[in-house]
């Protein structure tokens, strides 16, 4: 080998950038102290830009295509270099390739709780998470503001700066608009947009590009999640104690099922009628207290069940269940109008509610109490 082909093999004729990783957005071309031959071919691809750096100085830069390095081609260069009347001798300069494809399934989310004021819940805490799309839009500004001297620069090395961002002003736009927490799931795709469109600065100052933005999931802390899944539960259910008495017809089936032959079978279809009967008693007079501080009526106290032969009645006022009311409660009632003969009564024993007029039990409160006023 020559003199000659020794030095040419020192020259880079073909300068280029074949990307085989996911997540590289900036690659300096190595030419390990090799000078670039004067007419030696850059080739840019799709998805690419390439930038010449002379000293520290950013220089041209090249949109995909093929191009002949001559003077003509590189002028910010030439006059970097000082050359006024072109160059035909080879010349060193660093090359960035930088990828300006989308880099997507990037991760934001909440490191911490956010605190809001919701109007049904009041304070509560939420999470929120998702994912976004970043794009290189100035490779030049990408260039000067983030990437530096680095020979190789990767989507790591900025998500965690821009993850933060977007928690701050994901933050921000959900404080600002007051969406009640049920119903923030209707809108996050809204959000999301709302999102791009206040982020389109912050990411144009480092010349990125916010294509896109989702909103994954949205959520409040375990204990509030699960507080709303039991009041969720008591309102698929309904009526409590027409469905604990269901319950109790699936226990006593069950139960006749295992063995003990007949005898065992009554037995356990005994104790299952008296559990329901008992679980729905419990229930009403749980639901007629929570009615009674709604109304303002004191709330029975939970104690022992009522004594052999004593009245437990319950009353039907403005639509709400109240009781149970032994015989001191049924006159006060009555005297206060709230149990008149219209009303609607139920005790252990009825199959339904009836009017307190037919109620044989009730005939001699009513005896004694003064019939209306004539019209």
């Known amino acids: 080998m020559g003199i000659w082909d020794k030095l040419r093999g020192e020259l880079i004729d073909i300068i280029e950038w074949l990307d085989s990783s996911h997540d590289t957005m900036v690659y300096r071309f190595e030419r390990y102290n090799n000078e670039i031959k004067h007419g030696a071919k850059l080739v840019v691809r799709e998805g690419q830009a390439a930038a010449f750096v002379n000293e520290g100085r950013l220089a041209d830069v090249f949109s995909p295509g093929t191009y002949a390095l001559e003077t003509r081609n590189l002028p910010l260069l030439a006059t970097l270099m000082g050359w006024a009347h072109?160059?035909?001798?080879?010349?060193?300069?660093?090359?960035y390739f930088v990828s300006t494809r989308q880099f997507t399934d990037l991760k934001w989310g909440t490191k911490n709780p956010?605190?809001?004021r919701d109007a049904e819940f009041g304070p509560v805490r939420l999470r929120a998470f998702g994912t976004y799309a970043l794009r290189v839009a100035d490779p030049a500004r990408f260039l000067r503001e983030v990437v530096g001297t680095g020979g190789r620069f990767h989507t790591d090395d900025i998500t965690?700066?821009?993850?933060?961002?977007?928690?701050?002003?994901?933050?921000?736009?959900?404080?600002?608009?007051?969406?009640?927490?049920l119903d923030l799931a209707a809108n996050y795709d809204e959000l999301a947009k709302f999102i791009v469109t206040r982020m389109g600065a912050d990411f144009e100052s480092f010349g990125l590009e916010l294509p896109r933005l989702v909103i994954e999931n949205i959520s409040l802390p375990p204990a509030v999640e699960e507080a709303l899944d039991k009041r969720s539960s008591m309102g698929i259910v309904g009526n409590l104690g027409a469905y604990t008495q269901f319950q109790a017809?699936?226990?006593?089936?069950?139960?006749?099922r295992t063995p003990g032959g007949a005898a065992g079978g009554a037995m356990n279809a005994g104790l299952g009628v008296a559990l329901g009967a008992e679980?729905?008693?419990?229930?009403?007079?749980?639901?007629?207290g929570t009615a009674g501080a709604a109304s303002g009526t004191p709330a029975s106290p939970a104690g022992p069940p009522p004594l052999p032969g004593a009245l437990s009645l319950f009353i039907a006022v403005d639509g709400r269940q109240v009781g149970p009311l032994d015989e001191q409660g049924v006159r006060e009632a009555i005297r206060s109008g709230r149990l008149t003969r219209e009303t609607l009564i139920w005790q252990t024993g009825m199959a339904e509610w009836a009017k307190a007029g037919t109620s044989n039990t009730l005939a001699p409160h009513f005896a004694s109490m003064p019939p209306p006023p004539p019209k």
């Open 86 to 95: 072109g160059f035909e001798s080879p010349f060193k300069a660093e090359v």
């Open 114 to 116: 956010l605190m809001l």
């Open 160 to 181: 965690e700066q821009l993850r933060s961002l977007i928690a701050s002003r994901f933050a921000d736009i959900v404080g600002e608009s007051r969406i009640p927490v």
């Open 249 to 256: 017809a699936n226990a006593v089936e069950a139960s006749a």
């Open 279 to 288: 679980m729905a008693r419990t229930i009403s007079a749980a639901a007629s």
